[in-house]
């Protein structure tokens, strides 16, 4: 029989990324939403690409244009600020994924090709499995969803 644990130890503190995980419903090894919308390192799932890189943003963008047509701005100008205000996380998730068939985050840069950069890089992002196991930008983002 174990023993019971002390009742006045101390109880281990999260940190806010862990905290944030746990109120959203993830587990804390997977990367934080600062980390995940603005840091370039690392690698992401096509799951996760679709849900943040794909999902949230494009719902977000919709949210601020509204915003900012109440606020009183012309059509074509929200459009231009939502798209500039959402740019820096949409090249950071795409070179998360990028990272994840072990190509150079640079590759994110095809979304400034006019007319059908986006649309190809969104195929290709969404749609090609990453490297198995791990690679030179970290390990595998699937084992994170495993665990």
Known sequence: MEPLPNAS????RLTLDEL??????????????ARL?????????RRQFWLHGVLALLLM????EGLLEIAGLANELTGKLANLVFLWPLFALSAKRQ????????WSLVHLV????????????????????PNRFGPNPRAAFRA
């Open 114 to 133: 006019p007319g059908v950069g986006s649309l190809v890089l969104l195929l290709v992002d969404g749609l090609a499995p990453g490297t198995p196991g």
């Open 20 to 33: 944030t995980a746990l109120a959203l419903g993830a587990e804390p090894a997977r990367p934080g939403l």
């Open 37 to 45: 919308y603005l840091g370039w390192h690392g690698r992401i799932a």
């Open 9 to 12: 130890a101390p109880a281990a």
């Open 61 to 64: 963008s919709v949210v601020l």
């Open 99 to 106: 990272h994840d068939f072990n190509f150079s985050g640079w």
